[in-house]
């Protein structure tokens, strides 16, 4: 059987001044490497290298490129390019960090601070219909800060879901992943966005009645929310868009959790863009809102009901 | 109906664009319609995109496939979107002095003949014949204060360029006064000729020679000519850029109709990367990364401090979140 997959790095390979440890994960555009550098500092690694475009065998370092793909190559590239450009000038504790950015066999590699941790997607596969209100509101509002600084800086995430949210030990949480991170700018008529993961994107991604902006992003937090919550993914926008089946938050766990993180995270999932919370800030403060949150959690539902 | 269609927009130096385009078509009627938020104003993004929305929708209600009079249904169409601006700013308690605004400009083209209607200072210009010596060029009037001064003959056209009242227009949709909707009356358009919305970010910091850029190339390349040359002219502080530019082609229904985006990936198959390229984009990334960013790393890190200079917004639990307990819920 042939493997069309592209070989990682090995282990102990000498890449610049990094030693790599092991991959971490592997995507269509590209695989991260756990690495040290010389300090012995973890770092994580994204190598590009598009999968249906190169071919790395065994043994092999460089890509090999044929020539009938170079100009997709090149395009890829300068969207890598683009995720460098928007994650380097980012300095907040809750976006990941550029450490470094260099180029090396025929490719080019980002370097990011690496941090034990792990994501909110694996979290709330241990934590399945468990979890707590106090813990959600805290660790979102530290998303939406992160998200904030993202769109201080005129960019969209786009691609904001459970497996995109790095849970530090600590709780506090990164923002990962800006592959299709682009800047706030959007006109022209529908045409297919080529990155959204089902379940977390807007409507306005499928089609292009409406132009991408932050509230793209806030329905993709109100999706998560509401994932943390299900234990699954909500019904994909498009769906959503020929036949709404989504069952409200406030229905779904009415006794469960606070009517206002319910409200809001009903509000978020809106299909029309601009009744959304609007702004980072704007969803923050509904997050932040009701100090007795828990109070309404209904005394029946403790006990079972 | 053939025609060649390429827009771009750009954040120039802000923080954000508050510029909005959108166009459609059907087999018998297109639609262009620029929109500039105004700065200045609460939302102003927000004003453009419901300017641009309520066009957009209105023409896909009504071009079925033609719109019965493009002009009325211009008029009617900012209308809307002026009201439902005003909705949007009561729903959100914003006083009507802060309301959101936005200029706009839209252009229908049907059965051959182009009509447009513009508020505030978003130009449509029409290029006919060749720059630099045989066009012939008609442009919207701008709804500002300088172009009235210019009129008035107060102030010459290169004084209104430098103005500091230069921003001011008298019409707009949202906010307190009825817009002033002005409808140009239908023009044939002959093959070659060049349809160009804009926003002032674009217009501004060319002037005339905003002819000669877009109609000395095909548009797949005069358009993101014309936004470097633009950039490059206003500076570090440019405002946000827009542009949708059209060429008609005289009608032949046996050719298909072409729409180029400038980034679809197919156009940078005509300007690959070279070697320099990625040298450049490279160094241009490394140079973004702050200082503070290496400084920790090579202080290793177990925690990870807010780096100074960066505010943590009140109320963010970013770095001080406990391990959530894990509460029993039954149902």
Redesign the interface.
Known sequence: MVSQNNQALPPGYQLEGYRIERQLSVGGFSIVYLAQ?A???P?AIKEYLPNALTLRGEGQVAPVIPPEY???F??G??CF?EE??AL??I????VV???????ANET?YLVM?Y?TGQTLRDYIRQ?R????E??MR??F??VL??L?EV????LLHLDIKPANIWL?T????VLLDFGAAR???????P?PRAMYTPGYAAPEQYH????L?PWTDIYAVGACIYAALAGSAPQAADERLVDDQLLPARQRWGR?YSLRLLTTIDECLRLDP?RRP?HA?AL?ASL?ADPDAVKSRSWL?R??? | MKYTIVHDSRIGGRDINQDRAAWLATDDALLMVVADGMGGHLQGEIAAQLAVDTVVESFRREALPRLADPGRFLVAAFERAHANILNHAHACQIAAHAAPRTTCIACVVQDGQACWAHAGDSRLYLIHGHAPDGASVLRTRDHSVVQRMVDDGTISGDEAASHPMRNRVFSCLGGSVAPHIEVASMVSLEDGDLIALCTDGAWSPLGERLVNELACAPLTRSVPNLLDAAERAAGPRADNLTVIAMRWDAPNPDSPTINQRPDAPHRLQLAPISDEDIELAVADIRRRIPYTAWAAAEEGHSQTPAPSGTSVPEGSLSNALPLPPSPSRGR
């Open positions: 550098d300090q012995g500092t770092v170079q100009a997709e090149n395009f590239l300068k390019f460098g450009r380097s000038g300095v907040h504790p809750n960090q550029v450490l470094n950015f260099f180029r080019v601070r941090e934590h219909g468990r979890m707590d106090a813990f805290g660790m509002c530290g800060d992160g904030g769109h201080g800086h005129g530090r600590d709780g506090s949480p800047y706030a700018v959007d006109i022209g008529p045409e292009g009645k409406y132009t902006g469960d601009p609007q800030r923050h932040m539902s006990l079972g009901f």
